[in-house]
């Protein structure tokens, strides 16, 4: 009885993944974009596409290696599911390929206490619903900015990092 009570709770798990992100689980082919304009050419297509960034901290002498994922909603909808990753924070030496700004501008310009703390971001992660292309694209390059944060509600490991600073 137990085994069929587990079955059935993830058979109902999986339907409403799959209703709640449509083809974007499915789908295995994500386009690796390497570069802006790329990235908001495919998403504007409607097909999931990833940017890796790479970029320098100035005002703290880092380096954030990060991604974004972009999945179509799969709905009639034109949303977006946007995750960010922020796979590593370091300390490093600047180079001329580094994107201009990391995905933690706008924190790191608004916190006085992420010196101290950056290490507490690595391996985070935070998610929204973008409403357009335009809006995915202001993110890839700019980070999480003022008015992305303010227009999305973002969830994840990373707003939680943020939380506790």
Do not use: H, R
Request: net charge negative; with cysteine.
């Amino acid at each position: 009885m137990k085994a069929y009570f587990y079955i059935l709770i993830t058979l109902i798990i999986f339907t409403v993944l799959m209703l709640v992100y449509g083809n974007g689980l499915a789908q295995s082919n994500i386009a690796a974009c390497d570069n802006f304009d790329s990235l908001y050419n495919v998403v504007k297509s409607g097909k999931p596409a990833v940017y890796n960034k790479t970029a320098w901290i100035e005002e703290l002498s880092l380096i954030e290696k990060s991604t974004i994922s972009v999945y179509p909603s799969g709905n009639m909808t034109a949303s977006y599911k946007v995750v960010i990753n922020i796979d590593d924070i370091n300390e490093g030496v600047y180079s001329s390929s580094f994107d201009e700004y990391s995905m933690l501008e706008y924190i790191v310009k608004g916190c006085s206490d992420f010196g101290s703390k950056y290490k507490n971001f690595n391996k985070t992660s935070c998610w929204f619903v973008a409403e357009s292309p335009e809006d995915i694209l202001e993110t890839a390059k700019f980070g999480i900015t003022f008015g992305i944060d303010n227009k999305y509600p973002l969830e994840g490991s990373l707003v939680n990092a943020y939380n506790k600073l």
